[in-house]
């Protein structure tokens, strides 16, 4: 059975502060997606990185897939507690017309002013 | 606002009931996913159609069977509902099928069995 590990579970902080959470795997999968998700809302996309060692920028957002493609993390620089809600990461198991994503529990982020 | 309607937005049932989740997806996608997202389990994936076909099958119980309708919304049904099916029950639609494809999530239905 595949498997994604979020790390933190549960983060909390201060408005301002810089923040990294992880989401790794045993598996490799063909791309990763992170999404945020709001209190009573669904997920929303955020990101998808497919090439090893890629990284991708989203204002202050910073999104890096491993160099073996079985890991990511999310840097949060100077967060804002707009950034709080819970983060997801998403692994396609399978490439090419079948879909299947694996997802991972989330770290719940609450950032306070 | 995703574009993908989900109905009813809350639903209380007592064990044992059947109910039927309702969603829309967004104009023009064909693939709809549906999940189940609870606190011990996170977001589980139950089952994908594109096109009124079913495409991919996750976690679902034999008591829940889901189908897509001709104009491409589609229905989910629980059956011998029980506690533990008391849950947020997320649609998502996409255009196609590919890995990279980006998943549009409805609002949810939040099932309370009692």
């Known amino acids: 059975t595949q498997l994604l590990e979020q790390s933190p579970q549960f983060l909390s902080i201060q408005e301002g502060e810089n923040l990294t959470v992880y989401c790794n795997s045993s598996s490799v999968f063909s791309s990763l997606q992170w999404y945020r998700q709001e209190p009573g809302e669904g997920p929303v996309l955020l990101v998808t990185?497919?090439?090893g060692g890629e990284v991708k920028k989203l204002k202050r957002l910073t999104f890096q897939f491993g160099d073996a493609r079985k890991d990511s993390s999310l840097h949060i620089t100077a967060a804002q507690p707009g950034d709080t809600g819970l983060y997801l990461c998403a692994g396609a198991a399978n490439a090419g017309n079948n879909r299947k994503l694996i997802w991972g529990l989330g770290t719940s982020l609450a950032v306070n002013p | 606002d995703s574009g993908v309607t989900q109905t009813p937005k809350h639903l209380i049932t007592a064990t044992g009931q059947r109910v039927t989740l309702r969603c829309s997806p967004r104009?023009?996608?064909?693939?709809v996913y549906w999940y189940q997202q609870s606190l011990d389990q996170g977001l589980q994936f139950l089952i994908q159609?594109?096109?009124?076909?079913?495409?991919a099958k996750g976690n679902i119980l034999e008591r829940f069977s889901a189908q897509q309708f001709p104009d491409l919304h589609s229905e989910l049904n629980l059956s011998s509902l029980e506690l533990g099916d008391s849950a947020l029950y997320f649609c998502?639609?996409?255009?196609?099928?590919?890995?990279?494809?980006?998943?549009?999530f409805g609002p949810g239905t939040r099932l309370l069995v009692l």
């Open positions: 104009s023009g996608d064909l693939s």
């Open positions: 159609y594109y096109n009124g076909e079913e495409r």
């Open positions: 998502a639609s996409s255009v196609g099928t590919a890995t990279q494809e980006t998943q549009y």
């Open positions: 990185v497919v090439t």
